[in-house]
């Protein structure tokens, strides 16, 4: 019995994408339901480096046999999936789930900055866009699509951002290293200072406007001794003259 066709039954009766532990451990738990059967025994420990080069195996198969499904991995999770050119008797059969609104253009532009550079902080992410994220930032982790994986090691300890396993469902990739090149977006440099000043931790970085001392010294800098102008010297008083420019009085 074949390991690819093994998982094609699995597969196929599942009720939700499996991922290769969900499917180690059906292997797992199978000779209980099998005593005597040395193929469901000997597969009890099965790796999963063969569970990956089987599954890809089957997905070959399906492909090349032109069926109106397919086996694909989403989010590192395997399942067959129909063939988008079927969807209209699809959606008459089983209805038709509405879907989330499109996402705007400011908000797939700092998603892809996410997920290229992640983990990456707020303010690296307005470096790289020219403009403040708070909204954009606010809609997508409502959506799912990014969380807090942790804090930046600098002064403030910003919040740092990643994709979740949403995103690769919503954009249908396998994994992270499924996405399209962008060494463009990789090259933009980003500058992460030893001390990324903040209003808040993990709020966005102050403007440097707000930030500098306007024509002054910074602290604690030496200010360089400036020339005394000397004084205007003294002018001696007419004879006769009195205070105020007055008339002198008589001796």
Same mark, same amino acid.
């Given at each position: 019995?074949?390991?690819?066709?093994?998982?094609?039954? !699995?597969?196929?009766?599942?009720?939700?994408?499996?991922?290769?532990?969900? !499917?180690?451990?059906?292997?797992?738990?199978?000779?209980?339901?099998?005593?005597?059967?040395?193929?469901? &025994?000997?597969?009890? #420990?099965?790796?999963?480096? /063969?569970?990956?080069?089987?599954?890809?195996?089957?997905?070959?198969?399906?492909?090349?046999? @032109?069926?109106?499904?397919?086996?694909?991995?989403?989010? %590192?999770?395997?399942?067959?999936?129909?063939?988008?050119?079927?969807?209209?008797?699809?959606?008459?059969?089983?209805?038709?789930?509405? &879907?989330?609104?499109?996402?705007? /253009?400011?908000?797939?532009?700092?998603?892809? !900055?996410?997920?290229?550079?992640?983990?990456?902080? #707020?303010?690296?992410?307005?470096?790289?866009?020219?403009?403040?994220?708070?909204? $954009?930032? *606010?809609?997508?982790?409502?959506?799912?699509?990014?969380?807090?994986?942790?804090?930046?090691?600098? $002064?403030? +300890?910003?919040?740092?951002?990643?994709?979740?396993?949403?995103?690769?469902?919503?954009? %249908?990739?396998?994994?992270?290293?499924?996405?399209?090149?962008?060494?463009?977006? +990789?090259? !933009?440099?980003?500058?992460?200072?030893?001390?990324?000043?903040?209003?808040?931790? %993990?709020?966005?970085?102050?403007?440097?406007?707000?930030?500098?001392?306007?024509?002054? *010294?910074?602290?604690?800098?030496?200010?360089?001794?400036?020339?005394?102008?000397?004084?205007?010297?003294?002018?001696?008083?007419?004879? @006769?003259? @009195?205070?105020?420019?007055?008339?002198?009085?008589?001796?």
């Amino acid at each position: 019995m074949e390991l690819k066709l093994i998982l094609e039954a !699995i597969l196929f009766s599942a009720q939700k994408p499996l991922s290769l532990k969900e !499917i180690r451990d059906v292997f797992a738990a199978a000779p209980e339901h099998a005593e005597g059967n040395e193929t469901v &025994r000997s597969l009890k #420990r099965v790796k999963e480096e /063969q569970l990956t080069a089987a599954l890809e195996e089957l997905a070959r198969d399906h492909e090349t046999a @032109g069926r109106s499904f397919r086996l694909a991995c989403v989010a %590192g999770a395997w399942q067959f999936v129909t063939q988008p050119d079927y969807s209209p008797w699809l959606k008459a059969l089983v209805g038709h789930k509405a &879907r989330p609104p499109r996402l705007s /253009q400011p908000a797939l532009e700092t998603l892809a !900055i996410i997920a290229y550079r992640q983990p990456v902080t #707020r303010g690296e992410i307005e470096q790289v866009r020219g403009v403040a994220v708070d909204g $954009v930032m *606010q809609t997508l982790l409502e959506r799912g699509l990014i969380e807090q994986v942790g804090r930046a090691e600098v $002064v403030g +300890r910003p919040m740092t951002y990643g994709t979740t396993a949403v995103f690769l469902e919503y954009f %249908g990739l396998r994994s992270l290293e499924d996405l399209p090149a962008a060494d463009e977006l +990789r090259r !933009i440099p980003v500058a992460r200072p030893e001390t990324l000043a903040t209003a808040e931790p %993990g709020l966005a970085t102050v403007p440097p406007e707000q930030l500098s001392l306007p024509e002054a *010294q910074a602290p604690d800098t030496p200010v360089p001794a400036q020339p005394v102008a000397a004084p205007p010297p003294a002018v001696e008083p007419e004879a @006769g003259a @009195g205070p105020a420019g007055g008339e002198g009085r008589a001796a």
